[in-house]
T-cell receptor, first 114, second 117 residues
Framework: KQEVTQIPAALSVPEGENLVLNCSFT??????LQWFRQDPGKGLTSLLL?????REQTSGRLNASLDKSSGRSTLYIAASQPGDSATYLC?????????????FGGGTRLMVKP | GAGVSQSPRYKVAKRGQDVALRCDPI?????LFWYQQALGQGPEFLTY????????KSGLPSDRFFAERPEGSVSTLKIQRTQQEDSAVYLC???????????????FGSGTQLSVL
């Protein structure tokens, strides 16, 4: 059974810092990996999707990398802002025709202080 | 509608009561998913529909949980004889296409927060 782990569980940083969130998964037979953002009381917003054949994806100040063979992904946030405060979740899609039946990690709760 | 809509936003139930949670996906979206998110945890898959067909229900915790999507649009997740461990946020998500293996975007609703007393 696929297991997804995110470290750290919580992170507090001053505004302007660059930071890295980590995600690891036990079964490397994935179709893709996604990073989501969740604000309190809200649903999930997709940030980046990396296909299994790709190494990284970038969107603005966000960069996600994927090392499928070692079962790891990182989300890099440059020049963090208070508005980045949220919970960040990574999720993997199985490589068995299951599409968006995702397995999620427990999330990293990020607080960026002004 | 503009996004995935879920109702009610909050539901408080007494233990043993039946509840029904509603999901209105984005119009025209073929695929619909239900996830359960316990406090402080990531979401866990419950069930998946492609149009009106329930293709996978392997994540439903027990036979007290039942989901349907009779006309291929609105979906209802029903929980019978609720128990305290059912307390969680229930998230609905939809995506445009029905291909089993896809890189398309998944759109989530804001969820229904269920509290069982």
């Amino acid at each position: 059974k696929q297991e997804v782990t995110q470290i750290p569980a919580a992170l507090s940083v001053p505004e302007g810092e660059n930071l890295v969130l980590n995600c690891s998964f036990t079964d490397s037979a994935i179709y893709n990996l996604q990073w989501f953002r969740q604000d309190p009381g809200k649903g999930l917003t997709s940030l980046l999707l990396i296909q299994s054949s790709q190494r990284e994806q970038t969107s603005g100040r966000l960069n996600a990398s994927l090392d499928k063979s070692s079962g790891r992904s990182t989300l890099y946030i440059a020049a963090s802002q208070p508005g980045d405060s949220a919970t960040y979740l990574c999720a993997v899609s199985p490589n068995n025709n299951a599409g968006n039946m995702l397995t999620f990690g427990g999330g990293t709760r990020l607080m960026v202080k002004p | 509608g503009a996004g995935v809509s879920q109702s009610p936003r909050y539901k408080v139930a007494k233990r043993g009561q039946d509840v029904a949670l509603r999901c209105d996906p984005i119009s025209g979206h073929v695929s619909l998913f239900w996830y359960q998110q316990a406090l402080g945890q990531g979401p866990e898959f419950l069930t998946y529909f492609q149009n009106e067909a329930q293709l996978d229900k392997s994540g439903l915790p027990s036979d007290r949980f039942f989901a349907e999507r009779p006309e291929g649009s609105v979906s209802t997740l029903k929980i019978q004889r609720t128990q305290q461990e059912d307390s969680a946020v229930y998230l609905c998500a939809s995506s445009l296409l029905g291909r089993a293996v896809t890189n398309e975007k998944l759109f989530f609703g804001s969820g229904t927060q269920l509290s069982v007393l």
